[in-house]
């Protein structure tokens, strides 16, 4: 627990889980409720939503470059900000216009969607100017558990103040995320990059989100097709349960991290199993809130840990973190929509099909999710807080062996990321721009760009203050 209180005191931390909090506690509010409230069609409100979605994903990986430049980028995040808050008016305006109330709730499907999407593949460059794995994987957990706080406090308000403060909720996120991409991204080490990616192989890690995004669509057409709604207050009853049960569970997670014990894996596969095991056996409307509970609490215990697991292998992948999270979002995207379709199809079945597709999914998700969920085996808030072993140097170093070291203490303590080591370690050993651009094959003016960066970051300005400063690096004692 103390580590995590460190972690909290990191930069961007605060500002990062400000803004996820604010993220989800909308997706909750626009998304969620409303939809099932509505008198339009349900299979066709689902499909509209997560169709809009899917599409919106695609279009940002295809653009992704050109979002990614800083000023696409401010234009990019106000214009999703705007479109949400439209989005949200639509969809409350819903509540107080009956006569036309499909055309609202479609419209703000439709805007909610979009905004959803892209805000989505935003934060991931978000994640990668946080400043360690733990620090992603707890501003994720903490964001999520707040943002049904958030929720439940907006929700109790009278319908046109809740409505309004929802409507804030995205231009809120937005304003935080901007705070957060103010900085430069971190570099992680190369030990930590190697634990990494040996912890969240893409393609597994893929597998597992479209698997996992299917069955809540798929309970929610089966308990929609008896014709049973949730009312507004019940909701509340059932966020209320779903912020219990996640609590709960993260801090049993917590408290196994020292015997190297993890039960979250276990515990999300229970709760989806149990939601679609509940409405099949005990299909009765006095079990609708329980299904709700149980059905909410393993979606959104997986929304989190895949979430962090993108934002990881964001950190370390080579590519646009925009794409890695448009990319995972996506397959999400798709996991919903094959959940809708298949939970319509399944509802139109005569007895017993419908009790043989339900328990081939529970089947499914139990193996399939053991097999390809990240770190089924190991306790994912204990990622990325491993020691790394001491280096041992040798008892005799070469000159340019003693500058290197000295240059990389250096880069830990004044924040360098490795090109700027490099380019550092170059410097100090006599390197011209001209020279240290040819060897490590840049042009001379990104070579430039770097010594800027390295002069400032140590507050030097000539040559000779900066291997003053290098000198005066103090080495780390090695435990004998």
């Known amino acids: 627990m103390n580590t995590i209180l460190k972690v909290a005191k990191e930069r961007n931390f605060l500002s990062f889980f400000a803004g996820m909090m604010f993220f989800h506690a909308w997706i909750h509010a626009t998304v969620t409720a409303p939809i099932y409230a509505t008198e339009a069609n349900t299979f066709f409100v689902f499909s509209l939503s997560n169709g809009t979605l899917l599409i919106s994903l695609f279009a940002i990986i295809l653009f992704s470059a050109w ?29 107080y216009v009956t006569q036309v109330s499909n055309v609202p709730v479609i419209l703000g499907t439709i805007a909610t969607a979009c905004s959803t999407g892209g805000l989505l593949a935003m934060w991931g460059e978000g994640y990668v100017r946080l400043v360690s794995p733990r620090a992603q994987i707890v501003a994720t957990f903490s964001a999520i558990i707040g943002s049904f706080f958030l929720y439940l406090f907006v929700n109790s308000l009278p319908d046109a103040i809740s409505i309004v403060l929802t409507a804030l909720f995205p231009a809120v996120s937005v304003l935080c995320l901007r705070h957060v991409l103010r900085s430069e991204r971190i570099e992680f080490m190369p030990e930590q990059e190697q634990s990494i990616r040996s912890y969240n192989p893409p393609r597994k890690l893929l597998i597992y989100i479209i698997v996992f995004s299917v069955p809540i669509n798929f309970l929610n057409m089966q308990i929609s097709s008896t014709g049973a709604v949730v009312s ?25 991290e020292k ?38 609490s393993g979606y959104y215990l997986f929304v989190a840990t895949f979430y962090s697991f993108l934002g990881m292998v964001a950190s370390v992948s080579k590519r646009n973190p925009f794409q890695t999270f448009a990319i995972g979002n996506l397959v999400n995207a798709f996991g919903l929509i094959l959940g809708t379709f298949l939970g319509f199809v399944v509802g139109g079945l005569v007895p017993p099909w419908p009790i043989i597709a339900t328990i081939t999914i ?46 990389h203490n250096a880069a830990k303590s004044f924040g360098l990321s490795k090109r700027e080591e490099e380019i550092l370690s170059l410097l100090i050993r006599g390197r011209n721009i001209q020279t240290i651009a040819d060897e490590i094959i840049l042009s001379q003016n990104t070579v430039k760009t770097h010594v800027n960066h390295i002069y400032q970051k140590l507050d030097v300005h000539t040559r000779e203050e900066l291997i003053i400063t290098i000198e005066r690096v103090e080495i780390p004692q090695i435990a004998q």
């Open 67 to 95: 979002v990614s430049s800083r000023t696409n980028h401010r234009v990019f995040s106000y214009a999703l900000a705007l479109m949400g808050i439209l989005g949200t008016l639509l969809m409350g305006f819903e509540n």
């Open 259 to 296: 015997r190297k014990t993890a039960v979250l894996s276990v515990i999300t596969v229970l709760l989806t199993t149990g939601s679609l095991l509940l409405y099949l056996f005990a299909s009765s409307s006095s079990n609708l809130t329980l299904m709700h509970i149980l059905m909410y």
């Open 362 to 407: 529970v089947y499914a998700l139990f193996f399939i999710g053991f097999i390809f969920m990240p770190q089924a085996k190991r306790n994912i808030f204990a990622i990325g807080n491993e020691s790394i072993a001491p280096i041992k140097l040798p008892a005799y170093q070469s000159i340019a062996e003693s500058v290197q070291n000295q240059c």
């Open 232 to 256: 507004s207050s019940m909701w509340s009853l059932v966020y209320s349960c779903v912020l219990l049960i996640i609590g709960m569970s993260i801090f049993v997670e917590i408290v196994l």
